[in-house]
């Protein structure tokens, strides 16, 4: 069953904005860290930001001070606010969570989203 939905993804051009969602499609368990990630053409699959358990956020370098990730919790979503985007950003985001699905769940397993196109024109 598909665990998490992303939206948000686009076309845009530098300098221009988006905000890229993740809504969970069930209610977790618990969860250990939840992020987004994003992969190139010919790339590796690269963490952009995630939260971790006690609150801190970390970004990658590439994208400090203009990317901004948080989470509704009441909503069960995440979201990754992208502005002044830069032609170098354009990749396919996923999102991510590692946690229990369920009170039966025997592991904590790491879940993802299906990737939305993020392309940044100059």
């Known amino acids: 069953q598909v665990q998490l939905v992303e939206s948000g993804g686009g076309l845009v051009q530098a300098g221009g904005s988006l905000r890229l969602s993740c809504a969970e499609t069930?209610?977790?368990?618990?969860?250990?860290?939840m992020g987004w990630y994003r992969q190139a053409p010919g790339e590796q699959r690269e963490l952009v930001a995630r939260?971790?358990?006690?609150?801190?956020?970390e970004y990658d370098d590439s994208v400090k001070g203009r990317f901004t990730l948080s989470r509704d919790n009441d909503k069960h979503t995440m979201y990754l606010q992208m502005d002044r985007l830069k032609p170098e950003d354009t990749a396919t985001y996923y999102c991510?969570?590692?946690?229990?699905?369920?009170?039966?769940?025997?592991?904590?397993?790491?879940?993802w989203g299906q990737g939305t196109q993020v392309t940044v024109s100059a």
């Open positions: 069930r209610v977790f368990y618990s969860i250990n860290f």
């Open positions: 991510s969570i590692q946690g229990l699905a369920d009170y039966y769940s025997d592991r904590v397993r790491d879940f």
């Open positions: 939260i971790i358990k006690g609150g801190t956020t």
